[in-house]
């Protein structure tokens, strides 16, 4: 299990079942403050067939951090038979609009909004 935090987000990779879960608030400054996140996701996708991103406890996420989720989401559809499963939240607003603009960049994504 791998962890990623600070007092404001709460990222955990859990290799056995390929799931990483964000909970919290992604405010940071600049993609090259997501680096350490970008390294995990990479990381994930290396190391499975299958990736699911659970985002439904992200109560929010700056520009920066959905140009990360942009970028990573370009690379894994190029990975063949590669499925990845986003599951989100209705509940919070920035979410299924971002999302579904993910779905767009890879078609094949199941995208879960519950």
């Given at each position: 299990m791998n962890i990623i935090?600070?007092?404001?987000?709460?990222?955990?990779y859990k290799p056995v079942n390929g799931?990483?879960?964000f909970t919290g608030t992604l405010r940071l400054g600049g993609l090259s403050e997501y680096a350490p996140i970008v390294d995990c996701l990479g990381r994930a996708?290396?190391?499975?067939?299958?990736?699911t991103l659970s985002l439904k406890s992200l109560e929010f996420?700056?520009?920066s951090g959905i140009a990360m989720f942009s970028k990573f989401v370009i690379n894994a559809r190029n990975?063949?038979?590669f499925e990845l499963i986003v599951i989100g939240s209705q509940d919070i607003p920035w979410?299924?609009?971002s999302l579904n603009n993910l779905k767009r960049l890879m078609?094949?994504?199941n995208l879960i909004l519950e």
């Open positions: 935090e600070d007092e404001n987000y709460h990222v955990e799931q990483i879960t996708v290396n190391e499975s067939n299958t990736l996420l700056n520009s990975k063949p038979d979410q299924s609009k078609p094949a994504m």
